[in-house]
């Protein structure tokens, strides 16, 4: 089933969302890859506040290419989730409440998704370019130094990605293979 759904996620929406289920994603979105995921993690480590709210945040996972004339990015494809997964988490159980990517997550992620009534999505690999029409606006937040692992805010409107874990901690990649055997 098709859903539209729009940031911020909450345990609510989280509530109405299956493993499987086609979504079309609107709102503010936060990108950030090891890098950034590594430089958040220190922060919290020497209890500096974050530079972002990661209340019921979202999280994309992805690699961008510099912005075209007009645009404001370039290719925006999902990047491996397993890179994040040490630090997956912990910002879960600080509030974010989303993620997207592409790939599996170790056992120690879905157990945080379910903890925190959170979501894992994933969006088409290797549709980067097309994907990055979705995105309307981008804002560097910081840690610019990074380049392409920077910290940004973007803007979606109508981004394509499916219900990978949901808060029950079913798993698609699990019972599609299981779908494929039988």
Known sequence: MDKQIY???????????????Y???????????DAA???????????EELPIDLKDATIYYMGPSPAREGRPIGSAGPTT???????????MDLGQ????????????????????????FAAIGGAGALLSK??????LICYGDLGAEALLEIEVENLPVI?????EGNNLYETALEAYRS
């Open 81 to 91: 989730a397993s890179r994040m997964d040490k630090y997956a988490p912990r910002l």
């Open 37 to 47: 995921h590594k430089r958040l993690t220190e922060a919290l480590e020497r209890g």
């Open 134 to 139: 979705c995105i309307k606006k981008s804002k």
């Open 163 to 167: 219900v990978v874990v949901d808060r």
């Open 7 to 21: 940031t911020p996620i909450t345990s609510e929406v989280t509530a109405q969302l299956h493993a499987g289920d």
């Open 97 to 120: 409440k989303a993620m997207i990517g592409k790939g599996k997550r170790t056992p120690e992620v879905i157990d945080a998704i379910v903890r925190n009534q959170g979501v894992y």
């Open 23 to 33: 979504v079309y994603l609107s709102g503010r979105l936060y990108v950030a890859r």
